[in-house]
């Protein structure tokens, strides 16, 4: 803002109506060069398909958490994951998959990639693990290559 002139921001941090596109909400961040208002907030995906995109997401050099709770995972999905999770370059040290309909043959799977990997926080709470699932959480942390610290 220009010295001596008035902020023609409302309350709120809004600009008047006569200021925002038409069919514009009032939510959002709203800049003069934009001209329209954007939502301040991002969402990631709410389902991987085939799990293709695990080997390139798990690739990122600064990736360290990755969250996908809620996330309805294949089997096949958690495969082509666990792929990437044991990749030289995944640098990955916390995984949350809360509520991803993991079944305990995919629990399995995760188990068999944790001492080949580098992850060190995994949850996996509200899954359907049964016995067989958990049983390999076990016997995994009683391996000392396994680097996890946490498992929720």
Known sequence: MIRGQKDERSKGGQ???????PGAQAEGAWTPLQGTLRPARC??????????LF??????????????????????????MCSGLISPTCNLEELLLGKCGIS??????????????????????ENPLNNKGVVALCEILKDPSCVLEKLM
Do not use: W
Not at 43 to 52: H, K, L, P
């Open 104 to 125: 305990s043959n995919a629990c399995v799977e995760i188990v068999t990639s944790l001492n080949l990997g580098k992850l060190k926080h995994l949850s996996l709470v």
């Open 55 to 80: 080997h390139t997401a798990l690739q990122l050099p600064h990736l360290t958490s990755l969250n996908l709770y809620g996330t309805n995972l294949s089997y096949y999905a958690v495969e082509k």
């Open 15 to 21: 600009y008047p109506e006569e200021h925002r596109k």
């Open 43 to 52: 969402s990631f995906m709410t389902n991987f398909g085939d799990g293709t």
